[in-house]
Structure formats: structure tokens, C-alpha cells
């Protein structure tokens, strides 16, 4: 079964307007991590923003915020005032949280193209 | 910049061929993840070392395989290539705390492609 779902695979956005990307997942651990890179076409990956399942409120990082809906499983990423340079790919991410640290690898959805235009 | 460094950016090889792809973690951190991007399949997970020890294993064929050295850098080498073997391989580090919140820095790939 997919963890990470992502439904849009591209998204068009005026500049300087705020734009949602899609984000579901699966997972039955009560403590687990979610996370959104970006990946340019330069295409190195950069995080954006982190949210814990524990977390009360929503995460932001300057145009940056997460919608987080825990009983809807989603975690979608907002973008305030679109830039140019937002445009990329957006991959959404978790991690299930093991005791131990035994396993620490993110498990991405297949991401968004979003383009930003002038 | 991440702090992880992938060598070399691009590889051009032939089918059958062997190839070893390397990467430096950040400094201090203890764990590497291999990942391979194609266009059909996405970001899959390949194999996770922690201080010098494989930790997990994702999708990851016979025909490759990987190894985390005492100076903590990793190498990915990958045997028999196939024309399906083309696409962006990165490593990735953490400082593996296991806590949920930690986040993976990521090398700028390594663009491999088979002829």
C-alpha cells in the first residue's frame, strides 16, 4: 500500500498567490514525522518544513506552513505569496518513529510539479 | 549547501558495466541513505548505513550493492548495469538520534546513465 500519496502531479500558480499542494499518508504508528522537500531543476533536495504527529500546531517556516489534519491523515504544504524561483518539485515524506533509531529512512510520494507564473 | 558531498555528478557507462558512486556525510553524522529517482518509480529507498553497519534495506537489487567505511564515507556500486539503471542516485545523512523529527540532508546526486 502507498505510505505518502500526492494526487497532483503538476499545479500552476499566479505569482504572488498562495497555492496548497496534497499530501496523504498511511501509517499506523502513533508517532511518526512529516516532511516537504523541494527539488528544483538544478535538482538537489531541500527541506522546507518538518511536522510531528505530536505537534499541536500547524509547523511554518516563513512563506512556508503545513496544514496537518491528523485524523484525515494530511499533511499539506502551503505557499504563501508565490515567487518565481517556488517554481520545482514538491515531495512529501514521512518517517515512522522506531525505539531505537533502528530504521530512519523517509519514504517519499511521487511528488508535484509546481509552476509559478508571471 | 547540504555538507554532503556526491561524486562524480554525471556517469556515462554501457550496459554490463560496473560503477561506484561516493558520498561524504555531514560532518558528524553517523548515518547514509542511498536513493534512487527514475521518472516512473520516484524517490525509492535503497539502503541505510549507521556508523559503519547496514541498518535497513529498501528496494535494492542483487546487482548493487553498498558499503559505509570507519571515516564514515559510503560507497554505492553497481554491477550488471541495465538501461533501467538510469537515473539520479543520492545519499543522503542524519545524525540517526531515531526520533521522528530528524531531518535527512541531501547530496546534489549523482546522474548515472547506461547506454
Known amino acids: 500500500a502507498q505510505k505518502i500519496t500526492q494526487t497532483q502531479p503538476g499545479m500552476f500558480v499566479q505569482e504572488k498567490e498562495a497555492v496548497t499542494l496534497d499530501c496523504t499518508y498511511d501509517?499506523?504508528?502513533?508517532?511518526?514525522?512529516l516532511f516537504w522537500y523541494k527539488q528544483p531543476s538544478s535538482g538537489e533536495m531541500i527541506f522546507l518544513i518538518y511536522?510531528?504527529?505530536?505537534?499541536?500546531q500547524n509547523a511554518t517556516e516563513g512563506r512556508y506552513s503545513l496544514n496537518f489534519q491528523k485524523a484525515r491523515k494530511s499533511a499539506n504544504l502551503v505557499i504563501s505569496a508565490s515567487q518565481l524561483g517556488d517554481s520545482a518539485m514538491y515531495f512529501c515524506?514521512?518517517?515512522?518513529?522506531?525505539?531505537?533509531?533502528?530504521?530512519?529512512?523517509?519514504?517519499f510520494g511521487k511528488g508535484t510539479k509546481l509552476s509559478v507564473k508571471p | 549547501d547540504s555538507g554532503v558531498t556526491q561524486t562524480p555528478k554525471h556517469l556515462i557507462t554501457a550496459t554490463g558495466q560496473r560503477v561506484t558512486l561516493r558520498c561524504s556525510p555531514r560532518?558528524?553524522?553517523?548515518?547514509v541513505y542511498w536513493y534512487q529517482q527514475s521518472l516512473d518509480q520516484g524517490l525509492q529507498f535503497l539502503i541505510q548505513?549507521?556508523?559503519?553497519?547496514?541498518?535497513a534495506k529498501g528496494n535494492i537489487l542483487e546487482r548493487f550493492s553498498a558499503q559505509q567505511f570507519p571515516d564514515l564515507h559510503s560507497e554505492l556500486n553497481l554491477s550488471s548495469l541495465e538501461l533501467g539503471d538510469s537515473a539520479l542516485y543520492f545519499c543522503?545523512?542524519?545524525?540517526?538520534?531515531?526520533?521522528?523529527?530528524?531531518?535527512?540532508?541531501f547530496g546534489s546526486g549523482t546522474q548515472l546513465s547506461v547506454l
Open positions: 515524506a514521512m518517517r515512522e518513529e522506531n525505539y531505537g533509531g533502528s530504521q530512519g529512512n523517509l519514504i
Open positions: 501509517t499506523s504508528d502513533q508517532s511518526y514525522g
Open positions: 511536522q510531528g504527529s505530536y505537534d499541536e
Open positions: 560532518s558528524g553524522d553517523l548515518s
Open positions: 543522503a545523512s542524519s545524525g540517526n538520534t531515531g526520533l521522528a523529527n530528524e531531518k535527512l540532508f
Open positions: 548505513y549507521y556508523n559503519g553497519e547496514e541498518r
